[in-house]
């Protein structure tokens, strides 16, 4: 039996274009050239690595950034994989449940939109009446500066509860 090592080839080199054109835009929307052709590249070399067995790891010889996570969006259990280099032996170590990250994703989505309704908030303030009235019991029923602020801070905590 004959492994069609054409066809692996077009597989490892298909794939690795996707994740590279993903790496790419992951933080710049519009990366420059060799940024995308760097990490297009340097998929590839991922891919046939992952699915080829040399006698030293090709990839881990282009590939810089050695001890890196480098995210595995096409990978089916793992969210990373790191090159660890030790010396001259290198090993590929995969971590990063996928169900627990993208849990943790969409607990952060949760929380990013209930600030962000916080935020989006109308804010009520006090009424030009409220404000003479205190004013006015300040500076005539002897209410000192402290028990004001109390006041005022009680009503604005209950107009915008």
């Not at 992952?50 to 990839?59: A, G, P, S, T």
């Not at 590939?63 to 090993?91: L, S, W």
Request: net charge negative; aromatic share 10%; proline share 3%.
């Amino acid at each position: 039996m004959r492994a069609k090592i054409r066809e692996i080839l077009d597989d490892c080199i298909a794939d690795g274009l996707r994740s590279g054109y993903r790496r790419a835009h992951k933080y710049d929307d519009e990366p420059c050239e060799e940024t995308m052709i760097s990490h297009m590249e340097d998929y590839i070399w991922l891919e046939i690595d992952r699915k080829f067995d040399f006698e030293r790891n090709l990839c881990s010889e282009i590939m810089e950034g050695f001890n890196t996570p480098i995210p595995t969006p096409d990978h089916p259990d793992t969210e990373y994989v790191v090159f660890a280099k030790d010396g001259d032996e290198v090993r590929t170590i995969r971590f990063g449940e996928k169900e627990e990250v993208d849990r943790l994703r969409a607990k952060k989505k949760e929380i990013y939109e209930d600030l962000k309704d916080a935020v989006d908030r109308e804010w009520v303030g006090l009424t030009r009446e409220e404000q003479g009235d205190w004013i006015w019991d300040l500076t005539h029923k002897n209410i000192n500066v402290w028990d004001l602020c109390d006041r005022v801070e009680a009503k604005l905590k209950e107009k915008n509860t």
